[in-house]
């Protein structure tokens, strides 16, 4: 079982990027799906879930920003990130999540600077 994450990189502040999760070896369908970040000397915060059902739920920073999306067909979650702004910056983690069991991707990093 396996999450592998794509898609982070140097944004400006006020731009757009998207991540994608691939997840492997797994009924896909049945996970509630996460994004994650974790900006340096900080905790790591949910930023936005998909429940298997594709139920939604954002953090109050990532409303209106942020969509999270599922494609079951493709075993992928995805996160579209707007109006980037540099409180942004942080590494983004892909999190999986069934009947108790959960892990984790690598993470990509996420850079929001002028």
């Known amino acids: 079982v396996q999450l592998v994450e794509s898609g982070g990189g140097l944004v400006q502040p006020g731009g757009s990027l998207s991540l994608s999760c691939a997840a492997s070896?797994?009924?896909?369908?049945?996970?509630?799906m996460a994004w994650y970040r974790q900006a340096p000397g900080k905790p790591r915060e949910l930023v936005a879930l998909i429940t298997a059902d594709s139920n939604t739920n954002y953090t109050d920073s990532a409303k209106g920003r942020f969509t999270i999306s599922r494609d079951n067909a493709k075993n992928t979650v995805n996160l579209q990130m707007n109006s980037l702004k540099p409180e942004d910056t942080a590494v983004y983690y892909c999190y999986a999540e069934k009947f108790g069991y959960f892990l984790w991707g690598q993470g990509t990093q996420v850079t929001v600077s002028s």
């Open positions: 070896n797994m009924i896909f369908s049945l996970y509630k």
